[in-house]
């Protein structure tokens, strides 16, 4: 088994969160335009990525664990941090910590669109509600002022002729 391996799934992984990256951005658009049938389609999309991302993490730890075990290591996780220390090649390390520094910088970005996309939704969201709320009238509340302690007074109607005095 060789770091090549780990490398490979390291730059599948940088393809396919560049692909997500993408994506947040495209919804961002599309939020901002209120298109919902497209956001719809790309969040399809979206899970579809997130599912292949989840099993080459699960893949690149297993190779992870497996390399370090190989050169007699002690492993506490699949941590590719924990691989750089491991290896003592100069030339794979240096590719790891490339790639390290390459992968944190774009899901440092994702994490950033993703953040931005679930705060424009959710001003999105208070705005519609507020909307709704304007739009829809409580019979119950009245929109003239009345003290406290006449809150009965505002049960009866304004007859000319009370007929209890």
């Known amino acids: 088994m060789s770091v090549s391996q780990i490398v490979d799934t390291l730059q599948q992984q940088y393809r396919l969160y560049e692909q997500l990256l993408d994506i947040e951005l ?28 989840e099993k080459l993490e699960q893949q690149r730890v297993l190779l992870t664990v497996r390399y370090i075990k190989e050169i007699g290591f002690r492993i506490r996780s699949g941590v590719l941090s924990e691989l750089i220390k ?6 794979e390390k240096e590719e790891l910590i490339h790639m390290h520094g390459k992968l944190t910088s774009l899901l440092t970005q994702l994490k950033h669109a993703n953040d931005l996309n679930q705060q424009l939704i959710q001003q999105s969201l208070d705005y519609l509600d507020f909307s709704i709320g304007l739009m829809v009238d409580d019979p119950n509340e009245d929109l003239v002022y009345r003290h406290p302690m006449n809150q009965q007074a505002g049960n009866r109607s304004n007859k000319i002729f009370d007929s209890r005095a």
């Open 26 to 53: 495209k919804k961002k658009a599309l939020i901002m335009k209120n298109d919902v049938l497209t956001l719809n389609v790309l969040t399809q999309k979206e899970k579809l990525l997130a599912a292949n991302a």
């Open 86 to 91: 491991a290896v003592t090649n100069p030339n």
